[in-house]
Protein backbone atom coordinates (compact mmCIF):
# COMPACT_ATOMS: atom_id res chain seq x y z
CA UNK A 1 0.00 0.00 0.00
CA UNK A 2 1.17 3.02 -0.90
CA UNK A 3 1.72 6.20 2.01
CA UNK A 4 -0.70 8.65 0.46
CA UNK A 5 -3.27 5.62 -0.13
CA UNK A 6 -3.11 5.04 3.84
CA UNK A 7 -4.06 8.91 4.41
CA UNK A 8 -7.53 7.70 2.92
CA UNK A 9 -8.23 5.86 6.01
CA UNK A 10 -7.67 6.73 9.58
CA UNK A 11 -4.38 5.04 10.27
CA UNK A 12 -5.08 2.25 12.36
CA UNK A 13 -4.44 -1.44 12.29
CA UNK A 14 -7.27 -3.25 12.38
CA UNK A 15 -5.66 -6.12 13.55
CA UNK A 16 -5.03 -4.64 17.07
CA UNK A 17 -2.53 -2.79 18.88
CA UNK A 18 -0.80 -5.50 21.50
CA UNK A 19 -1.22 -8.08 18.34
CA UNK A 20 0.40 -6.22 15.64
CA UNK A 21 3.61 -5.76 17.60
CA UNK A 22 4.11 -9.62 17.25
CA UNK A 23 6.00 -10.49 14.48
CA UNK A 24 3.06 -11.90 11.42
CA UNK A 25 3.46 -14.72 9.22
CA UNK A 26 3.79 -13.79 5.68
CA UNK A 27 0.61 -15.79 5.19
CA UNK A 28 -1.60 -13.78 7.99
CA UNK A 29 0.16 -10.24 6.47
CA UNK A 30 -1.05 -11.27 3.11
CA UNK A 31 -4.24 -12.32 3.56
CA UNK A 32 -4.92 -8.87 5.97
CA UNK A 33 -3.69 -6.77 3.25
CA UNK A 34 -6.06 -8.15 0.73
CA UNK A 35 -8.99 -7.96 3.43
CA UNK A 36 -7.56 -4.31 3.77
CA UNK A 37 -8.11 -3.86 -0.34
CA UNK A 38 -11.55 -5.11 -0.03
CA UNK A 39 -12.49 -2.21 2.82
CA UNK A 40 -10.38 0.26 0.57
CA UNK A 41 -11.93 -0.30 -2.58
CA UNK A 42 -15.54 -1.10 -1.19
CA UNK A 43 -18.17 1.01 -3.21
CA UNK A 44 -20.26 1.21 0.75
CA UNK A 45 -19.05 3.21 3.45
CA UNK A 46 -17.88 1.21 6.34
CA UNK A 47 -17.01 2.63 9.73
CA UNK A 48 -15.41 0.24 12.33
CA UNK A 49 -16.32 1.80 15.60
CA UNK A 50 -15.07 0.38 19.19
CA UNK A 51 -18.32 -1.71 21.06
CA UNK A 52 -17.73 -0.29 24.28
CA UNK A 53 -17.31 3.15 23.71
CA UNK A 54 -19.08 3.61 19.91
CA UNK A 55 -15.96 5.49 18.95
CA UNK A 56 -14.74 5.19 15.26
CA UNK A 57 -11.30 3.36 14.91
CA UNK A 58 -11.84 3.28 10.95
CA UNK A 59 -13.52 4.68 8.28
CA UNK A 60 -12.74 3.76 4.31
CA UNK A 61 -12.05 6.11 1.88
CA UNK A 62 -16.02 5.78 0.71
CA UNK A 63 -17.34 7.18 3.21
CA UNK A 64 -15.24 9.91 3.60
CA UNK A 65 -16.18 10.75 0.25
CA UNK A 66 -19.57 10.21 0.87
CA UNK A 67 -19.89 12.50 3.57
CA UNK A 68 -17.21 15.23 3.38
CA UNK A 69 -15.77 14.76 6.76
CA UNK A 70 -12.18 14.69 7.19
CA UNK A 71 -10.34 12.15 8.85
CA UNK A 72 -10.05 14.60 12.04
CA UNK A 73 -13.38 15.10 12.10
CA UNK A 74 -14.39 11.27 12.51
CA UNK A 75 -11.06 9.46 13.92
CA UNK A 76 -11.62 9.02 17.77
CA UNK A 77 -14.60 10.68 17.69
CA UNK A 78 -18.38 8.80 18.95
CA UNK A 79 -20.81 8.26 16.83
CA UNK A 80 -23.55 10.73 17.56
CA UNK A 81 -20.83 13.20 17.83
CA UNK A 82 -20.63 13.60 14.42
CA UNK A 83 -23.22 15.98 12.79
CA UNK A 84 -24.52 13.61 10.21
CA UNK A 85 -25.13 10.34 12.88
CA UNK A 86 -26.44 12.69 15.45
CA UNK A 87 -29.92 12.41 14.96
CA UNK A 88 -30.04 8.49 14.85
CA UNK A 89 -27.82 7.65 17.96
CA UNK A 90 -28.86 11.41 19.94
CA UNK A 91 -30.65 9.53 23.05
CA UNK A 92 -27.77 6.65 22.54
CA UNK A 93 -30.74 4.67 22.98
CA UNK A 94 -30.11 2.87 19.65
CA UNK A 95 -26.45 2.59 20.42
CA UNK A 96 -27.27 0.38 23.58
CA UNK A 97 -29.73 -1.45 21.47
CA UNK A 98 -26.96 -2.08 18.95
CA UNK A 99 -24.71 -3.30 21.70
CA UNK A 100 -27.56 -5.58 23.33
CA UNK A 101 -29.04 -7.31 19.88
CA UNK A 102 -25.64 -7.08 17.74
CA UNK A 103 -27.53 -5.63 14.80
CA UNK A 104 -29.43 -3.17 13.54
CA UNK A 105 -30.82 -1.66 10.65
CA UNK A 106 -32.33 1.18 9.55
CA UNK A 107 -34.04 1.72 5.41
CA UNK A 108 -34.02 5.10 3.95
CA UNK A 109 -31.92 6.76 7.05
CA UNK A 110 -31.31 11.04 6.21
CA UNK A 111 -28.02 11.81 6.86
CA UNK A 112 -26.20 15.25 6.51
CA UNK A 113 -23.16 15.76 4.56
CA UNK A 114 -20.85 18.15 5.73
CA UNK A 115 -21.73 20.60 2.87
CA UNK A 116 -24.85 20.05 3.82
CA UNK A 117 -26.43 17.91 0.93
CA UNK A 118 -29.36 15.44 1.99
CA UNK A 119 -28.50 11.72 1.73
CA UNK A 120 -30.59 8.68 1.55
CA UNK A 121 -28.77 5.36 3.12
CA UNK A 122 -29.46 2.13 4.08
CA UNK A 123 -27.26 2.00 7.62
CA UNK A 124 -26.44 -1.84 8.56
CA UNK A 125 -24.54 -2.71 11.78
CA UNK A 126 -22.94 -5.85 13.17
CA UNK A 127 -20.89 -6.63 16.51
CA UNK A 128 -18.35 -9.00 15.97
CA UNK A 129 -15.29 -9.96 18.43
CA UNK A 130 -12.02 -9.33 16.70
CA UNK A 131 -9.16 -10.53 18.66
CA UNK A 132 -11.12 -10.30 21.94
CA UNK A 133 -12.18 -7.37 21.16
CA UNK A 134 -15.50 -6.23 20.40
CA UNK A 135 -16.34 -3.95 17.12
CA UNK A 136 -18.87 -2.52 15.70
CA UNK A 137 -18.78 -2.64 11.77
CA UNK A 138 -21.38 -0.51 9.80
CA UNK A 139 -22.46 -0.19 6.33
CA UNK A 140 -23.80 2.52 5.03
CA UNK A 141 -25.31 2.41 1.35
CA UNK A 142 -25.47 5.55 -0.40
CA UNK A 143 -29.38 5.36 -1.77
CA UNK A 144 -30.08 8.72 -1.58
CA UNK A 145 -30.78 8.28 -6.04
CA UNK A 146 -33.18 5.93 -5.57
CA UNK A 147 -34.70 7.28 -2.49
CA UNK A 148 -35.18 10.68 -4.38
CA UNK A 149 -36.75 8.72 -7.58
CA UNK A 150 -39.51 7.43 -5.12
CA UNK A 151 -40.34 10.59 -3.36
CA UNK A 152 -40.89 11.53 -7.12
CA UNK A 153 -42.69 8.94 -7.83
CA UNK A 154 -45.19 9.61 -4.83
CA UNK A 155 -45.27 13.21 -5.84
CA UNK A 156 -46.05 12.79 -9.55
CA UNK A 157 -48.71 10.02 -7.81
CA UNK A 158 -50.55 12.68 -5.79
CA UNK A 159 -50.35 15.04 -8.63
CA UNK A 160 -52.40 12.68 -10.78
CA UNK A 161 -54.89 12.06 -8.11
CA UNK A 162 -55.35 15.60 -7.54
CA UNK A 163 -55.70 16.12 -11.49
CA UNK A 164 -58.52 13.14 -11.66
CA UNK A 165 -60.51 15.01 -8.61
CA UNK A 166 -59.92 17.90 -10.67
CA UNK A 167 -61.09 16.10 -13.85
CA UNK A 168 -63.83 14.55 -12.21
CA UNK A 169 -65.39 17.67 -10.58
CA UNK A 170 -65.21 19.28 -13.71
CA UNK A 171 -67.27 16.00 -15.41
CA UNK A 172 -69.99 15.87 -12.89
CA UNK A 173 -70.42 19.92 -12.84
CA UNK A 174 -70.52 20.40 -16.64
CA UNK A 175 -73.43 17.40 -16.97
CA UNK A 176 -75.22 18.60 -14.48
CA UNK A 177 -75.25 22.02 -16.02
CA UNK A 178 -75.72 20.24 -19.71
CA UNK A 179 -78.84 18.72 -17.89
CA UNK A 180 -80.64 22.53 -18.02
CA UNK A 181 -80.55 23.56 -21.81
CA UNK A 182 -81.45 19.89 -22.00
CA UNK A 183 -84.69 19.84 -20.21
CA UNK A 184 -85.47 23.91 -22.40
CA UNK A 185 -84.85 21.58 -25.71
CA UNK A 186 -86.94 18.74 -24.15
CA UNK A 187 -89.71 20.89 -22.84
CA UNK A 188 -90.05 22.85 -26.10
CA UNK A 189 -90.09 20.29 -28.48
CA UNK A 190 -93.11 18.94 -27.03
CA UNK A 191 -94.42 22.74 -27.43
CA UNK A 192 -93.82 22.39 -30.98
CA UNK A 193 -95.27 19.11 -31.68
CA UNK A 194 -98.78 20.74 -29.66
CA UNK A 195 -98.41 23.64 -32.08
CA UNK A 196 -97.82 21.50 -35.20
CA UNK A 197 -101.19 19.95 -34.40
CA UNK A 198 -103.27 23.45 -33.93
CA UNK A 199 -101.42 24.65 -37.30
CA UNK A 200 -103.04 21.52 -38.86
CA UNK A 201 -106.51 22.39 -37.29
CA UNK A 202 -106.01 25.59 -38.40
CA UNK A 203 -105.32 24.88 -41.75
CA UNK A 204 -108.66 23.63 -42.42
CA UNK A 205 -110.25 26.66 -41.81
CA UNK A 206 -107.67 28.74 -43.89
CA UNK A 207 -108.62 29.93 -47.11
CA UNK A 208 -105.38 29.19 -49.31
CA UNK A 209 -105.43 27.72 -52.89
CA UNK A 210 -105.88 23.93 -52.34
CA UNK A 211 -102.34 23.59 -53.89
CA UNK A 212 -100.55 25.87 -51.38
CA UNK A 213 -102.86 23.87 -48.70
CA UNK A 214 -101.50 20.54 -49.59
CA UNK A 215 -98.03 21.50 -49.53
CA UNK A 216 -98.51 22.50 -45.98
CA UNK A 217 -100.06 19.47 -45.22
CA UNK A 218 -97.52 17.04 -46.08
CA UNK A 219 -95.11 19.64 -43.99
CA UNK A 220 -97.33 19.53 -41.15
CA UNK A 221 -97.59 15.49 -41.27
CA UNK A 222 -94.48 14.06 -42.48
CA UNK A 223 -91.54 16.52 -42.52
CA UNK A 224 -91.99 18.68 -39.65
CA UNK A 225 -92.88 15.65 -37.27
CA UNK A 226 -89.64 13.41 -38.74
CA UNK A 227 -87.73 16.18 -37.64
CA UNK A 228 -89.23 16.49 -34.51
CA UNK A 229 -88.81 12.79 -33.96
CA UNK A 230 -84.94 12.92 -34.63
CA UNK A 231 -84.38 15.86 -31.77
CA UNK A 232 -86.73 13.92 -29.53
CA UNK A 233 -84.56 10.90 -30.10
CA UNK A 234 -81.47 12.54 -29.84
CA UNK A 235 -82.38 14.85 -26.51
CA UNK A 236 -83.22 11.06 -25.23
CA UNK A 237 -80.51 9.38 -25.93
CA UNK A 238 -77.83 12.77 -24.94
CA UNK A 239 -80.24 12.06 -21.51
CA UNK A 240 -79.12 9.01 -21.33
CA UNK A 241 -75.36 10.23 -21.89
CA UNK A 242 -75.62 12.70 -19.38
CA UNK A 243 -77.59 10.43 -16.29
CA UNK A 244 -74.38 7.78 -17.23
CA UNK A 245 -71.48 10.18 -17.13
CA UNK A 246 -73.05 11.54 -13.52
CA UNK A 247 -73.65 8.26 -12.25
CA UNK A 248 -69.59 7.49 -13.07
CA UNK A 249 -69.11 11.20 -12.07
CA UNK A 250 -71.21 10.95 -8.54
CA UNK A 251 -68.34 7.47 -8.05
CA UNK A 252 -66.11 10.04 -7.20
CA UNK A 253 -67.47 11.79 -5.06
CA UNK A 254 -68.04 9.11 -2.70
CA UNK A 255 -65.59 7.42 -0.48
CA UNK A 256 -65.56 4.38 -0.40
CA UNK A 257 -65.48 2.76 2.98
CA UNK A 258 -63.76 -0.52 4.11
CA UNK A 259 -64.49 -3.67 5.93
CA UNK A 260 -64.25 -7.60 5.74
CA UNK A 261 -67.32 -8.26 3.55
CA UNK A 262 -69.24 -11.40 3.93
CA UNK A 263 -69.12 -12.62 0.26
CA UNK A 264 -71.70 -15.41 0.72
CA UNK A 265 -74.25 -12.68 2.61
CA UNK A 266 -73.24 -10.76 -1.03
CA UNK A 267 -73.85 -13.40 -3.40
CA UNK A 268 -77.23 -14.25 -2.03
CA UNK A 269 -78.38 -10.72 -2.02
CA UNK A 270 -77.31 -10.01 -5.77
CA UNK A 271 -78.29 -13.45 -7.05
CA UNK A 272 -82.23 -13.23 -5.40
CA UNK A 273 -82.44 -10.05 -7.67
CA UNK A 274 -81.50 -12.20 -10.41
CA UNK A 275 -83.92 -15.12 -9.68
CA UNK A 276 -86.76 -14.44 -12.03
CA UNK A 277 -84.44 -13.91 -14.76
CA UNK A 278 -82.73 -16.81 -14.16
CA UNK A 279 -85.46 -19.02 -13.96
CA UNK A 280 -86.90 -17.47 -16.44
CA UNK A 281 -83.70 -18.71 -19.15
CA UNK A 282 -83.02 -21.50 -16.85
CA UNK A 283 -79.43 -20.21 -15.93
CA UNK A 284 -77.36 -22.02 -13.14
CA UNK A 285 -75.34 -20.51 -11.15
CA UNK A 286 -72.53 -22.19 -9.18
CA UNK A 287 -71.09 -20.79 -6.12
CA UNK A 288 -67.35 -22.32 -4.94
CA UNK A 289 -65.50 -21.31 -2.03
CA UNK A 290 -65.48 -17.32 -1.18
CA UNK A 291 -63.46 -15.86 1.22
CA UNK A 292 -63.97 -12.43 2.65
CA UNK A 293 -62.05 -9.36 1.41
CA UNK A 294 -61.70 -6.12 3.07
CA UNK A 295 -63.81 -3.65 0.94
CA UNK A 296 -67.09 -1.86 0.41
CA UNK A 297 -70.04 -4.30 0.85
CA UNK A 298 -72.03 -2.23 -1.11
CA UNK A 299 -69.19 -1.51 -3.51
CA UNK A 300 -68.83 -5.46 -4.02
CA UNK A 301 -72.04 -6.23 -4.38
CA UNK A 302 -72.69 -3.84 -7.67
CA UNK A 303 -69.48 -4.99 -9.36
CA UNK A 304 -70.79 -8.77 -9.04
CA UNK A 305 -74.32 -7.63 -9.61
CA UNK A 306 -73.30 -5.65 -13.02
CA UNK A 307 -70.83 -8.68 -14.03
CA UNK A 308 -73.73 -11.23 -13.43
CA UNK A 309 -76.40 -9.13 -15.79
CA UNK A 310 -73.61 -9.00 -18.56
CA UNK A 311 -73.53 -12.74 -18.16
CA UNK A 312 -76.98 -13.32 -18.09
CA UNK A 313 -77.20 -10.68 -21.14
CA UNK A 314 -74.46 -12.23 -23.37
CA UNK A 315 -75.45 -15.44 -23.14
CA UNK A 316 -75.28 -17.99 -25.66
CA UNK A 317 -78.86 -18.49 -26.91
CA UNK A 318 -79.45 -22.32 -27.51
CA UNK A 319 -76.62 -23.20 -24.68
CA UNK A 320 -78.14 -23.22 -21.02
CA UNK A 321 -76.09 -20.14 -19.58
CA UNK A 322 -74.07 -21.42 -16.26
CA UNK A 323 -72.40 -19.11 -14.48
CA UNK A 324 -69.39 -19.77 -12.15
CA UNK A 325 -68.01 -17.41 -9.11
CA UNK A 326 -65.04 -18.57 -6.79
CA UNK A 327 -62.65 -16.87 -5.31
CA UNK A 328 -58.88 -17.64 -3.19
CA UNK A 329 -56.55 -15.56 -1.38
CA UNK A 330 -53.32 -14.81 -3.14
CA UNK A 331 -49.97 -15.23 -1.97
CA UNK A 332 -49.81 -11.39 -2.38
CA UNK A 333 -51.88 -10.58 0.60
CA UNK A 334 -55.55 -10.28 -2.21
CA UNK A 335 -57.99 -12.11 -2.95
CA UNK A 336 -59.25 -13.52 -6.18
CA UNK A 337 -62.77 -13.60 -7.61
CA UNK A 338 -63.59 -15.19 -10.46
CA UNK A 339 -66.81 -14.81 -12.07
CA UNK A 340 -67.00 -17.06 -15.35
CA UNK A 341 -69.58 -18.07 -17.87
CA UNK A 342 -70.42 -19.99 -20.79
CA UNK A 343 -71.95 -17.34 -23.23
CA UNK A 344 -71.64 -15.35 -26.37
CA UNK A 345 -67.59 -14.31 -25.16
CA UNK A 346 -65.85 -11.16 -26.52
CA UNK A 347 -63.49 -11.08 -29.76
CA UNK A 348 -59.88 -10.29 -29.28
CA UNK A 349 -60.09 -6.91 -30.74
CA UNK A 350 -63.00 -5.92 -28.16
CA UNK A 351 -61.16 -7.07 -25.35
CA UNK A 352 -59.83 -3.65 -24.31
CA UNK A 353 -62.71 -1.62 -25.86
CA UNK A 354 -65.07 -3.49 -23.39
CA UNK A 355 -64.00 -0.98 -20.06
CA UNK A 356 -64.67 2.16 -22.28
CA UNK A 357 -67.53 4.02 -21.61
CA UNK A 358 -70.63 3.99 -23.99
CA UNK A 359 -69.39 1.13 -25.72
CA UNK A 360 -71.21 -1.98 -26.25
CA UNK A 361 -70.46 -4.80 -27.94
CA UNK A 362 -72.65 -8.16 -29.46
CA UNK A 363 -74.69 -5.26 -31.82
CA UNK A 364 -74.36 -7.65 -34.85
CA UNK A 365 -76.00 -10.77 -32.22
CA UNK A 366 -79.69 -11.13 -32.95
CA UNK A 367 -82.44 -11.44 -29.70
CA UNK A 368 -79.14 -9.51 -27.47
CA UNK A 369 -80.53 -6.44 -25.55
CA UNK A 370 -78.18 -4.17 -24.93
CA UNK A 371 -77.47 -1.34 -22.51
CA UNK A 372 -76.24 2.02 -21.93
CA UNK A 373 -72.60 0.56 -22.41
CA UNK A 374 -71.85 1.64 -19.00
CA UNK A 375 -72.08 -1.82 -16.83
CA UNK A 376 -68.02 -2.53 -17.11
CA UNK A 377 -66.49 1.28 -16.90
CA UNK A 378 -68.24 1.71 -13.63
CA UNK A 379 -67.60 -2.04 -12.83
CA UNK A 380 -63.98 -0.92 -13.36
CA UNK A 381 -63.36 2.09 -11.50
CA UNK A 382 -65.25 0.99 -8.68
CA UNK A 383 -63.15 -1.84 -8.00
CA UNK A 384 -59.95 0.71 -8.52
CA UNK A 385 -61.59 2.95 -5.78
CA UNK A 386 -61.48 0.21 -3.65
CA UNK A 387 -57.72 -1.12 -3.74
CA UNK A 388 -57.82 -3.28 -6.55
CA UNK A 389 -58.03 -4.43 -10.10
CA UNK A 390 -60.67 -6.05 -12.55
CA UNK A 391 -59.49 -7.82 -16.26
CA UNK A 392 -60.96 -10.37 -18.59
CA UNK A 393 -60.35 -13.46 -20.44
CA UNK A 394 -62.50 -14.49 -23.15
CA UNK A 395 -63.05 -16.47 -25.89
CA UNK A 396 -65.61 -15.74 -28.42
CA UNK A 397 -68.24 -18.25 -28.69
CA UNK A 398 -67.13 -20.49 -25.66
CA UNK A 399 -67.55 -17.54 -22.79
CA UNK A 400 -65.75 -14.98 -20.76
CA UNK A 401 -64.07 -15.13 -17.37
CA UNK A 402 -63.84 -11.51 -15.20
CA UNK A 403 -60.81 -11.62 -12.72
CA UNK A 404 -61.21 -9.31 -9.63
CA UNK A 405 -58.28 -9.11 -7.41
CA UNK A 406 -59.41 -7.13 -3.96
CA UNK A 407 -57.59 -6.23 -0.49
CA UNK A 408 -58.08 -9.47 2.17
CA UNK A 409 -57.44 -7.18 4.55
CA UNK A 410 -56.83 -3.23 5.59
N1 LIG B 1 -70.04 -11.73 -19.91
C1 LIG B 1 -69.93 -11.18 -21.13
N2 LIG B 1 -69.97 -11.94 -22.25
C2 LIG B 1 -69.85 -11.40 -23.46
N3 LIG B 1 -69.68 -10.08 -23.69
C3 LIG B 1 -69.64 -9.27 -22.64
C4 LIG B 1 -69.75 -9.76 -21.31
N4 LIG B 1 -69.65 -8.72 -20.46
C5 LIG B 1 -69.49 -7.62 -21.23
N5 LIG B 1 -69.47 -7.94 -22.54
C6 LIG B 1 -69.30 -7.00 -23.67
O1 LIG B 1 -68.80 -5.78 -23.17
C7 LIG B 1 -69.67 -4.69 -23.52
C8 LIG B 1 -69.63 -3.63 -22.45
O2 LIG B 1 -70.27 -4.12 -21.27
P1 LIG B 1 -70.94 -3.10 -20.26
O3 LIG B 1 -71.47 -3.87 -19.13
O4 LIG B 1 -69.98 -2.00 -20.00
O5 LIG B 1 -72.10 -2.43 -21.11
P2 LIG B 1 -73.53 -3.00 -21.51
O6 LIG B 1 -73.78 -4.32 -20.84
O7 LIG B 1 -73.60 -2.96 -22.99
O8 LIG B 1 -74.50 -1.90 -20.92
P3 LIG B 1 -74.87 -1.60 -19.37
O9 LIG B 1 -74.04 -2.49 -18.52
O10 LIG B 1 -74.53 -0.16 -19.21
O11 LIG B 1 -76.31 -1.87 -19.24
C9 LIG B 1 -71.00 -5.35 -23.71
O12 LIG B 1 -71.84 -4.56 -24.55
C10 LIG B 1 -70.63 -6.67 -24.34
O13 LIG B 1 -70.37 -6.52 -25.70
MG1 LIG C 1 -73.47 -4.41 -18.72
Known amino acids: MKDNDKKE?????????????????????????????????????????????????????????????????????????????????????????????????????????ADGRKLFVEFVSNVYEVEGAKVIQCNI????????????????????????EEIESFLYVTTHDLRTP????????????????????????????????????????????????????????????????LKIAR??????????????????????????????????????????????????SQVFALLIDNAIKYRKKGRRLEITIEGKVTEDGLVRYMVSDNGLGIEDAELEKIWQVFYSGHTADPGVEHGEGIGLTIAKRMVERNGGRIRVESKEGVGTKFIIDLPARK
Open 9 to 113: HLGTDSSGGSESSKPKSGELRESELRYRRLFEAAQDGILILDAETGTISDANPFIIDLLGFSHEQLAGKRLWEIGAFRDIFASQEKFKELQSLGYVRYEGLPLIA
Open 141 to 164: RDNTARREAELEKDRLNEKIIEKN
Open 182 to 245: LVNIQGFSRNLAKDLKKLYTLLSKADLPEGIKERVRTLLTDDLPESMGFITGGVLKMNMMIGAL
Open 251 to 300: LGRIAPTSASVDMDAVLKDVLGTFAYQLEKIGGVVNILDLPRCSSDTEVV
